[in-house]
């Protein structure tokens, strides 16, 4: 069928399944989660801003005054320097011995996880007649880095002899925090003070202490401390089905596109890749271009939704590389170009990107990530100046 009414075509060359992100939603979640915790706040920009886009959303809270970004590695640090972010970056992941020195000359915050690598920073540092700043890294029961709690006071000691780097901040990471019910969190906690004690023992001044993420931020106050890290409620989703919505949080993030192709499939007729789905009764379909080879996941093959029409209807048979079909059932209308919502709401009906998780078998943070650099990325809201100077600069 062709469209009736004027439809939302996109121009030639720009691909209509795009993710859309929201820049006044992350305005709003950055204001209400640091209204909630009532600390400085650094906000966790790793993994392309959780799929929202590194740069774009970094310049954005930037403007916005987040005191500090957070990353997982040196390079996505360098990516947001070379864009023009000045605001204090931490790389929160392991390092190299050999990265040392680029974290220095990029004016990136350090993660020291053990006495090897402070030892490592401080040889880079001194070989660049610099100062490191940097964070020390608690192990309280991830078990994944830094040094355990109840080793680190030789670890802080070593620390705080050290010439060549500044301690700006001591940290650890939440293994629980995203389920309210959990008792990790609370011996965490008690373990990471008891870390932090050495430094008042050692006569020493206390460094910023940090250590809640989104559930700890949503879930356990007493993990706020002097600054909180969060990512995932910053883009609006919660880590977890079992968390609170202790926070009036937005999703910043949807994922569109528009159907390609309409057909009527007769009753028996198998659709998609080995044929795993046949309809009952001659029936609806729509094609929509998108895949797994841009992030949407497959194993959404018969059991998620896409919303056309304002109407959720399922996705039938399997996902493929580039597109996959939706069932209209036997009445559904849609025609060509029709605007499809994947995650997202239309016409008051929703799809949130912790249904399409729950229906994926994973966690929300897997969905966001997996979006890759194929869909366009299209901001609304913001700061119109800011849009027009990373438009001036192509
Ligand atoms: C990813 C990460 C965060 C943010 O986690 P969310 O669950 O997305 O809030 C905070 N701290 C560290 C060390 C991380 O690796």
């Avoid at 310049?59 to 970004?69: K, M, R, W």
């Avoid at 929160?92 to 990136?108: C, K, S, T, V, Y």
């Avoid at 994947?342 to 729950?358: F, K, M, N, P, T």
Wanted: aromatic residues 6%; glycine residues 12%; neutral net charge.
């Amino acid at each position: 069928m062709t469209s009736p009414s004027p439809s939302p075509v996109s121009p030639v060359g720009q691909r209509p399944t795009r993710v859309r992100v929201d820049l006044d939603a992350l305005t709003h979640n950055l204001h209400a989660l640091r209204a909630h915790a009532g600390v400085p706040l650094m906000a966790v920009v790793k993994a392309n801003a959780y799929g929202h886009g590194l740069v774009r959303v970094g310049l954005h809270l930037q403007a916005q005054g987040v005191e500090q970004l957070g990353v997982a590695f040196l390079e996505e640090g360098v990516a947001l320097r070379r864009a023009g972010v000045h605001v204090p970056i931490l790389v929160m992941g392991g390092i190299f011995g050999p990265q040392a020195a680029e974290l220095i000359r990029n004016d990136l915050e350090i993660t020291v996880s053990s006495i090897d690598k402070l030892r490592q920073v401080e040889a880079a540092a001194e070989a660049l007649g610099r100062k490191a700043t940097i964070h020390l890294k608690i192990d309280t029961g991830m078990e994944r880095i830094g040094v355990h709690s109840y080793h680190a006071g030789g670890f802080i000691e070593a620390a705080l002899a050290s010439r060549g780097c500044v301690i700006k901040g001591v940290y650890s990471h939440l293994a629980c925090a995203d389920d309210p019910d959990s008792p990790m969190t609370a011996r965490q906690l008690e373990r990471f003070l008891e870390a932090c004690a050495h430094f008042t023992r050692l006569g020493a001044p206390m460094p910023v202490r940090h250590l809640a993420n989104s559930g700890g931020v949503l879930h356990f106050p007493q993990t706020h401390l002097d600054l909180v890290r969060p990512g995932i409620a910053l883009y609006g989703v919660l880590p977890d089905p079992a968390s609170r919505p202790t926070v009036d949080l937005r999703p910043a993030l949807s994922l569109v596109s528009q159907v390609v192709y309409f057909k009527v499939v007769p009753a028996g007729h198998p659709v998609s890749y080995g044929a795993t789905w046949a309809p009952a009764v001659d029936t609806r379909l729509v094609t929509i271009p998108i895949g797994y080879g841009d992030g949407y996941p497959r194993a959404l093959s018969s059991r998620g939704d896409v919303l056309v029409r304002g109407q959720r209807r399922p996705i039938v048979g399997r996902i493929c590389m580039d597109q996959f079909m939706a069932d209209l059932g036997p009445d559904g209308t849609a025609y060509n170009e029709d605007a499809v919502v994947l995650i997202g709401g239309q016409d008051g009906q929703w799809i949130r990107c912790e249904d399409v998780a729950q229906a994926a078998g994973t966690i929300p943070y897997e969905i966001l990530v997996g979006l890759n650099g194929r869909l366009p990325r299209e901001y609304v809201g913001g700061d119109a100046a800011l849009a027009a100077s990373l438009a001036g600069a192509g």
